[in-house]
């Protein structure tokens, strides 16, 4: 069992930036790739970027491919987003996931791909 706990969401102004941090807890969390997800009211939830066990595999997103950065401290047991020029089609609920993978640097851009969730942090960005 994995605990999940983001923060960091907030309001920013359009081209702003923030950084959102996901917090794990229970088993070592050096065993799971990690994920961040998004669900902007009336859409489905949409898959914003992954990172490996190891952290040297990431994927982003198309949609997010040059503003938006995945990391983790693994001595931390913490994932980060650093999003960079917010625009307001990003405003969403984000959500951190954690995935049991075979291999070090395998990560997974869908949603089955994951075992546990936060519950999300709200990101709102103004135009």
């Known amino acids: 069992q994995v605990q999940l706990v983001e923060s960091g969401g907030g309001l920013v102004q359009a081209g702003g930036s923030l950084r959102l941090s996901c917090a794990a807890s229970g088993r070592p969390f050096s065993m799971y790739a990690m994920g961040w997800f998004r669900q902007a009211p009336g859409k489905e939830r949409e898959f914003v970027a992954a990172i490996s066990r190891s952290g040297g595999t990431t994927y982003p997103a198309d949609s997010v491919r040059g503003r938006f950065t995945i990391s983790r401290d693994n001595a931390k047991n913490t994932v980060y987003l650093q999003m960079n020029s917010l625009n307001p089609e990003d405003t969403a609920v984000y959500y951190c996931?954690?995935?049991?993978?075979?291999?070090?640097?395998?990560?997974?851009?869908?949603?089955?791909?994951?075992?546990?969730w936060g519950q999300g942090t709200q990101v709102t960005v103004s135009s």
């Open positions: 996931a954690a995935g049991s993978v075979a291999y070090a640097s395998t990560v997974s851009t869908h949603p089955g791909g994951y075992a546990y």
